[in-house]
């Protein structure tokens, strides 16, 4: 019985095994950006500051493969998948206005701040919790990562080129 289990039942759990281990997909990470070289997908601007960045992993079709994006503004990123409405966005993270530690997008909270000077002027940041805004001044209410995306799909706009635009009109 003994020769059995090394000639058979070992070697077919040892590939079981195998199987299993590479049919798992990697859980998804927030990439590490190389700050004053990389630079936002969306504007082109060298991500300089590690409070506002943001990230995503995303593909453009079911069978592609993961990409992953970064931006110098959490509004950088909003308006990228604006205009990427038909890519699978798969995970995304934003910076810790406080600590620029990495946190789940959706498991963020957010406030827009009008006098707050963001990379692009998006005057958006993130937070685990609303002390993290303790020391920002003219913050609007809370939002959600939903309430935030609902918002970017209606076109906002840096507060700079909102201004610029009226200006021109």
């Not at 990123?77 to 934003?94: E, S, Y």
Request: hydrophobic fraction near 45%; charge should be positive.
């Amino acid at each position: 019985m003994s020769r059995l289990i090394q000639r058979v039942f070992l070697p077919a759990f040892v590939l079981g095994l195998t199987v299993v281990g590479c049919s798992r997909q990697t859980a998804l990470a927030p990439p590490k950006i190389h700050y004053g070289y990389e630079t936002c997908v969306d504007c082109g601007m060298i991500i300089n500051d590690p409070h506002y960045a943001a990230a995503l992993a995303w593909r453009a079709n079911p069978n592609g493969s993961t990409q992953t994006a970064v931006f110098d503004d959490l509004g950088c990123m909003l308006n990228w998948q604006r205009h990427h409405a038909n890519d699978q966005v798969l995970a995304a993270w934003v910076k810790n206005v406080r600590t620029a530690a990495w946190l789940d997008a959706p498991s963020a909270i957010y406030v827009k701040s009008p006098p707050l000077e963001t990379p692009m002027g998006w005057g958006i940041v993130a937070g685990a919790n609303t002390n993290d805004f303790s020391s920002l001044s003219g913050c609007q209410s809370p939002l959600t990562w939903a309430e935030l995306l609902k918002a970017g799909a209606q076109k906002i706009q840096p507060p700079a080129l909102a201004n610029q635009a009226s200006r021109n009109h």
